[in-house]
């Protein structure tokens, strides 16, 4: 399984209370449940102390780009070691 | 170069509008000294360019109230402003059209008045309605630009297919804490749909959990403008096929591919 670094940016630094992260994982689905399963739970106990009782994921409120590309533009996602994923917050305020 | 006082008096005198009258007199080198600081970045051509164009803003809020200010002072002919709110306490932080006195007064009837303080030659369209799939196409029909200065994933969606219908330039602003984003996108253009989310997706981002502070929505919304204002004039480069995200907590871009 390759190491991968992801990155929370933004928000989601202040949220999760990390900056940085190394993963070891098989592919961007599990990098996925990665994030989800380690850091879902601090964004549930924030969202919560601030009054907020929907349950909101991670992944699905950010833009994600692998060595600086969309992951949405992508056809296909494939990782390897040293890859760089940055986890970048959805925002919608106006 | 002409003051005020002498553009109304042309303008009454030929029974122009004093849009028409200020157009007039650029078209004849005579610059109005309300644009002279205009000139050295958008020239005779681009000020007469701004001052003949119509630019629709979605969402008269934090970001709205100030594009539409800015676009005012820049001289854009036609504004068409839309929003259905009405200004709240907790407006006044950040909504830089709202004041104590006008709590709960239209958001767009207050923008329009605040307008023709600024500039009464150009001509404001004060829509106090929300943007549904219905009317949107009717509401930026005659548009040139539509700004996005709105608060939901959805009703972004919505705009966005209007102005791909209607062949419009849509330029994108969102703002949640001490972070922001923007894109131009033009008709045709791919990629918008990932800045949104699915439908089935939330209908905010993090802006719900972080609020919006004052500065954050002034940058970007000047940001906004200056992209209207490149589109328009035809200078440099719009953003296109890319996202900006700033995060002023820690003072990174980055840009998104779309």
């Known amino acids: 399984m390759p190491e991968i670094n992801i990155n929370f940016i933004g928000p989601w630094r202040v949220f999760l209370g990390t900056k940085s992260v190394t993963a070891n994982v098989k592919g961007i689905d599990e990098a996925r449940d990665y994030v989800e399963s380690n850091y879902g739970p601090v964004y549930e106990k924030k969202l919560k102390s601030m009054g907020a009782f929907r349950k909101q ?19 296909k996602v494939s990782l390897k070691k040293g890859d760089k994923l940055d986890v970048i917050p959805k925002v919608a305020g106006g | 170069m002409i003051d005020i006082k002498a553009v109304r008096a042309l303008a009454a005198q030929a029974a122009m509008s004093p849009l ?23 020239g005779i051509k681009g000020q007469i360019k701004l001052l003949s164009s119509t630019v629709a803003v979605c969402g008269v809020g934090g970001l ?25 306490e907790n407006n006044l932080n950040r909504q830089i059209m709202a004041t104590e006195a006008d709590l709960r007064r239209s958001k767009v009837k207050v923008a329009a008045q605040h307008v023709k303080k600024i500039n009464s030659a150009i001509s404001v369209t004060a829509v106090n309605r929300t943007i549904d799939r219905r009317n949107a196409g009717t509401l930026l029909k005659g548009a040139d630009l539509v700004i996005d200065a709105l608060d939901s994933f959805a009703t972004r969606r919505i705009v966005a297919d209007a102005c791909r219908k209607l062949k ?3 330029i994108h602003g969102a703002i949640a804490g001490l972070c922001g984003q923007l894109a131009t996108v033009f008709p045709g253009d791919k990629g918008f749909e990932s800045i949104c989310g699915s439908p089935a997706g939330s209908d905010c981002g993090l802006e719900s959990v972080t609020g919006n502070p004052p500065a954050t929505p002034a940058v970007i919304a000047a940001w906004q403008v200056q992209e209207a204002v490149k589109i328009i004039t035809g200078t440099g480069k719009p953003l296109r ?4 995200f700033i995060d002023f907590s820690e003072d990174t871009f980055r840009e998104i591919n779309l």
């Open chain 2, 64 to 88: 709205g109230g100030t594009i539409v200010e800015l676009l005012a002072r820049q001289g854009v002919g036609r504004l068409i402003i839309i929003d259905k709110g009405r200004f709240v």
């Open chain 2, 168 to 170: 419009i330039p849509f």
């Open chain 1, 57 to 75: 994921s991670i992944w699905d409120n950010s833009n994600i780009l692998l060595n600086g590309t969309n992951i949405a533009t992508l056809e």
């Open chain 2, 241 to 244: 096929n890319r996202l900006i």
């Open chain 2, 20 to 42: 028409q009258a200020e157009i007039y007199c650029l078209e004849n080198g005579v610059v109005p000294a309300r644009y002279l600081r205009n000139i050295g970045t958008v």
